[in-house]
């Protein structure tokens, strides 16, 4: 509750801030700071999210103390995280009005007293206009004005696509018993039957390739290492489309859009993990010769260790594909109308058919092709986008240095917080994780001919991430400031802030590319999905098939098309599940998962490689101690979430030395 007056009697504006928690409601209402304006009442608030927090809006009011009467058009933002005030910019002459949060960054305002005049029978009524302001741009526009009297000094909520508007005061002193409703109508428009076309006949070369690629599978050499005939640009690519999928398409542009480049330096941490990838992992992997990463931990532990591992992975993978699936699919349903299990059928299936029978090669191939896609797509929006803001790149640059739109983070050490420091260890130990033990890359390092190629393919990854980092950010903000020039284009339904890209993609882009695009969204999680689905079937079929004696006879081709056909279909199978859930945290809770299994997997890994002390004991020590303190961090909230595989991968090595000392010398 935020301002109002005390007493009846003496009526003064004040400037008391409270706040009641619900889930303990007998701890009574709590003292909050005060915003730094004037007191005030008749002000009208709503929660919205500013593109990092849900924060508390309060908007005009009017300051008065008996006779003297001052209306207020100042706006402010209190982020209860951070426990802090922000001063918006601009006027808001809402002052009486109703206000309610719609969309994933809108407010809208309907009615308002512009200025005092004493109640009369022939005084016209209050403002009906309807404004929109939006919480990234900081824009405030008049919509329309609405056709009927609106009343003011009351309550306006959302239901469903509907507003309703309460009884209020429609002149002074003068109330209605009358209720307004009103509608937010969608922007009508279909895909077309072109951009059909488009998207049909690039799913076509898709499985062209996977059929074509069929004809060279004849053992599962083939099939899980190529084999290992790819060259080494191939491979590069495929390595740059599979850490690459649709939620990193949609999401870093979101992110860049919605906030500033805090997490730029995410993306580049390849950079500062490449030497220790082409000095220590690749060298040991190609001279162990494996298919899997998870073989080696059988060389240096035991099976159970190995068989472990891999079923974690494997369990890992399946999740992944369903939020690779689910994800891209929610945002092109709410921007296109595409029913969301069509997409995740689309999407899956059809991944499902090359990557099944053209194993690892078409994997490759496409993704290859997918890059070409997904990078050009990127590219044809920043270029399009520039042209319709005036003044071009320069302009938008310069627009988006005012608003603070390039700011790397804070220098600060807080771990807590998403600064400079947090996202470079986060960096470091993910790609460490991800680019050293991760069955997805180690099985690309063995499709090449030689050791060389393969450590040309990792430095074409690394070469590509950070243009591609740059122009993913760079598009974000480039569709700040084109929104920022003309907010009524922005969508007031969409509740999904990855969305933002799509949506221009679809109400901006001509017919053509516009289908181009949306192929794009699907290249970059079938690309990843792919991926997943091949590197499942080795681990089991390697890992796990092979170790069963009543089955091991039975491995073969056959069996590992049998594994990857399994896996693809239970990941969809998945993402059809999570669909009927509440998606709303799942890419955080997503991320959790990935610190609790790729973290202590990491730890393990570097443990076995570096130390002859570490044994298979204090090795299965590490891991279990390591889940368990990952569990422990989540819970309160210890460091961010992005240090959670940081957090998992060093308890896991340094717990696994130290416990290793606990039992009695092993061979291993």
């Known amino acids: 509750m935020a301002g109002g007056q005390e007493s009846v009697d003496a009526p003064i504006a004040s400037k008391h801030f409270f706040m009641l928690d619900l889930s303990d409601v007998k701890a009574g209402w709590k003292c909050l700071p005060a915003w730094?304006?004037?007191?005030?009442?008749?002000?009208?608030?709503?929660?919205?999210?500013?593109?990092?927090?849900?924060?508390?809006?309060?908007?005009?009011?009017?300051?008065?103390?008996?006779?003297?009467?001052?209306?207020?058009?100042?706006?402010?933002?209190?982020n209860p995280r951070l426990s802090t005030w922000k001063k918006l910019e601009g006027r808001f002459p809402v002052m009486a009005g109703a206000a309610v949060a719609s969309g994933a960054n809108h407010i809208i305002f309907l009615g308002s007293v512009q200025k005092m005049i004493d109640g009369s029978d022939t005084h016209p009524g209050f403002d009906n206009k309807l404004r929109i302001y939006h919480t990234i741009t900081s824009t405030l526009v008049e919509k329309e004005t609405v056709p009927y009297a609106v009343p003011v000094t009351c309550t306006m909520v959302k239901v469903g696509d509907k507003?309703?508007?309460?009884?209020?005061?429609?002149?002074?002193?003068?109330?209605?018993?009358?209720?307004?409703?009103?509608?937010?109508?969608?922007?009508?428009?279909?895909?077309?039957?072109?951009?059909?076309?488009?998207?049909?006949?690039?799913?076509?070369?898709?499985?062209?390739?996977?059929?074509?690629?069929?004809?060279?599978?004849?053992?599962?050499?083939?099939?899980?290492?190529?084999?290992?005939r790819l060259p080494w640009w191939t491979v590069g690519l495929s390595i740059f489309g599979t850490s690459l999928s649709a939620i990193?398409?949609?999401?870093?542009?979101?992110?860049?859009?919605?906030?500033?480049?805090?997490?730029?330096?995410?993306?580049?941490?390849?950079?500062?993990?490449?030497?220790?990838?082409?000095?220590?992992?690749?060298?040991?992997?190609?001279?162990?010769?494996?298919?899997?990463?998870?073989?080696?931990?059988?060389?240096?532990?035991?099976?159970?260790?190995?068989?472990?591992?891999?079923?974690?992975?494997?369990?890992?993978?399946?999740?992944?594909?369903?939020?690779?699936?689910?994800l891209p699919a929610i945002a092109l349903n709410v921007v296109t109308g595409f029913d969301i299990f069509l997409c995740i059928g689309l999407m899956g299936f059809l991944s499902l058919v090359y990557t099944m029978v053209g194993g690892i090669e078409a994997v490759v191939w496409t993704?290859?092709?997918?890059?070409?896609?997904?990078?050009?797509?990127?590219?044809?929006?920043?270029?399009?986008?520039?042209?319709?803001?005036?003044?071009g790149m320069m302009s938008i640059i310069h627009e988006a240095s005012?608003?603070?739109?390039?700011?790397?983070?804070?220098?600060?050490?807080?771990?807590?917080?998403?600064?400079?420091?947090?996202?470079?260890?986060?960096?470091?130990?993910?790609?460490?994780?991800?680019?050293?033990t991760d069955q997805t890359m180690v099985q690309r390092y063995m499709t090449t001919t030689t050791e060389q190629q393969a450590r040309k393919s990792v430095l074409t990854n690394a070469v590509l991430t950070i243009p591609a980092t740059l122009i993913f950010f760079f598009v974000?903000?480039?569709?700040?400031?084109?929104?920022?020039?003309?907010?009524?284009?922005?969508?007031?339904?969409?509740?999904?802030?990855?969305?933002?890209?799509?949506?221009?993609?679809?109400?901006?882009?001509?017919?053509?590319?516009?289908?181009?695009?949306?192929?794009?969204?699907?290249?970059?999680?079938?690309?990843?999905?792919?991926?997943?689905?091949n590197s499942a079937a080795t681990a089991y079929?390697?890992?796990?098939?092979?170790?069963?004696?009543?089955?091991?006879?039975?491995?073969?081709?056959?069996?590992?098309?049998?594994?990857?056909?399994?896996f693809g279909i239970t990941g969809i199978a998945f993402a059809y599940v999570m669909a009927t859930w509440e998606v709303k945290s799942l890419w955080d809770e997503f991320n959790k998962i990935l610190g609790l299994i790729l973290g202590s997997m990491g730890g393990l890994f570097l443990l076995g490689m570096t130390t002859k002390r570490a044994n298979t004991s204090g090795a299965i020590c590490g891991i279990i101690t390591s889940v368990i303190i990952q569990i422990l961090m989540i819970h309160y909230q210890c460091v961010h979430l992005l240090l959670y595989t940081t957090t998992g991968f060093i308890s896991c090595y340094l717990i696994g030395y130290f416990s290793s000392f606990l039992f009695v010398k092993q061979n291993n």
């Open 541 to 566: 079929v390697v890992d796990i098939h092979s170790k069963l004696p009543f089955l091991s006879m039975k491995s073969g081709l056959r069996t590992a098309q049998l594994a990857t056909l399994l």
């Open 402 to 436: 005012a608003d603070s739109k390039f700011y790397l983070g804070s220098t600060t050490w807080d771990l807590k917080q998403s600064t400079i420091w947090t996202v470079l260890i986060a960096t470091f130990f993910t790609n460490l994780t991800t680019y050293g």
């Open 476 to 533: 974000g903000t480039v569709l700040y400031v084109f929104y920022k020039h003309f907010p009524t284009e922005l969508s007031l339904t969409i509740t999904d802030g990855d969305a933002i890209l799509p949506w221009y993609i679809f109400t901006q882009l001509p017919a053509g590319i516009t289908g181009l695009l949306i192929s794009g969204i699907f290249a970059a999680a079938m690309s990843t999905l792919s991926s997943s689905m």
């Open 36 to 78: 730094p304006g004037a007191p005030r009442g008749y002000a009208v608030s709503a929660v919205q999210s500013d593109g990092f927090d849900k924060c508390f809006y309060l908007f005009s009011g009017r300051n008065y103390q008996n006779e003297n009467i001052d209306v207020l058009t100042d706006g402010y933002a209190y």
């Open 163 to 228: 507003v309703l508007l309460g009884s209020g005061e429609i002149k002074p002193g003068i109330r209605t018993p009358h209720i307004l409703e009103g509608s937010i109508l969608p922007k009508e428009k279909g895909l077309g039957f072109f951009n059909i076309i488009v998207i049909a006949l690039y799913f076509i070369v898709l499985t062209f390739i996977g059929f074509y690629f069929s004809k060279k599978q004849k053992n599962e050499n083939d099939y899980f290492k190529g084999g290992g």
């Open 367 to 391: 993704d290859a092709l997918q890059v070409l896609v997904l990078m050009g797509g990127a590219i044809w929006v920043l270029v399009y986008a520039c042209l319709d803001v005036e003044g």
């Open 248 to 326: 990193t398409f949609m999401a870093i542009p979101a992110k860049a859009y919605a906030t500033d480049w805090s997490y730029m330096l995410m993306n580049a941490g390849i950079l500062l993990v490449v030497p220790i990838i082409i000095k220590l992992f690749i060298p040991f992997f190609r001279k162990l010769n494996v298919t899997t990463a998870y073989e080696y931990l059988e060389i240096r532990f035991n099976v159970f260790v190995r068989v472990v591992c891999s079923i974690a992975f494997i369990l890992f993978q399946i999740g992944r594909m369903g939020v690779v699936l689910l």
